[in-house]
């Protein structure tokens, strides 16, 4: 191995070190949580790396994994589902600092502290460097937007407008026709037993 790889090496190995996720809201505010296992499992359940104090939180919600020089996020089949800066995910999704981890009421922030001329990678280098995302991995996608069909045409809106008013004002004198019969009755009720041969 030469000085390249080694330096590439020792670099993943210190971002992988100092890579932590920090809770921004929730009852644990303030908490942060060092992602230094290749497997992290965050949840409600008592004993697992990253014990979350929320009630809206599945016991074995998610897992954050070190995969191919990168931290990817993963969706245990949580009730209320996991969301990373806002948008739920579906499939694992790799994670770069900054992005705000969702899981029920908590929101948790990934960080990599004191990196010094790393910036935002969203691959990290290994062994052999810069490595692509495993094949498994997809990228995050926008949260889909709800359709709303378009509107009907102008000539539309006028048929459907008339019909409308046709069918209120034919409702009114149906109501108004009534209560002119009720009325007669009321006021003439000898007429009505003689028109119906009571």
């Known amino acids: 191995m030469n000085n390249e790889d080694q330096e590439a090496t020792m670099m993943g190995q210190s971002i992988r070190a100092k890579a932590v996720l920090v809770v921004r ?12 296992n290749s497997h ?3 949840g409600r359940e008592e004993g ?3 014990t979350l104090q929320d ?3 599945s016991r074995r919600h998610a897992r954050v994994s070190w995969q191919g020089g990168q931290f990817v996020l993963e969706d245990l089949g949580s009730t209320n589902g996991t969301f990373i800066n806002g948008i739920q995910i579906t499939a694992p999704q790799v994670l770069n600092p900054g992005d705000s981890v969702g899981i029920g009421q ?9 990196t010094q001329g790393v910036g935002n990678l969203p691959q990290y280098p290994t062994d052999g460097g810069m490595q692509p995302a495993p094949a498994h991995v997809q990228p995050l996608q926008p949260a889909p937007t709800a359709y709303s069909p378009p509107p009907p045409p102008p000539q539309a809106n006028k048929t459907i407008q ?7 004002a034919i409702f009114m004198l149906g109501i108004c026709f009534l209560l002119c019969l009720v009325g007669s009755v009321i ?3 000898q ?3 003689q028109l119906l041969g009571l």
């Open 48 to 50: 697992i790396n990253i």
């Open 191 to 193: 007429f009505f037993e």
């Open 187 to 189: 006021a003439n009720p």
């Open 162 to 168: 008339y019909l409308l008013y046709s069918f209120g």
């Open 106 to 114: 908590t929101t948790l922030v990934f960080q990599i502290a004191n």
């Open 25 to 36: 809201q929730g009852t644990q505010v303030g908490m942060s949580f060092p992602l230094s």
């Open 40 to 42: 992290t499992i965050l």
């Open 55 to 57: 009630p809206e939180a």
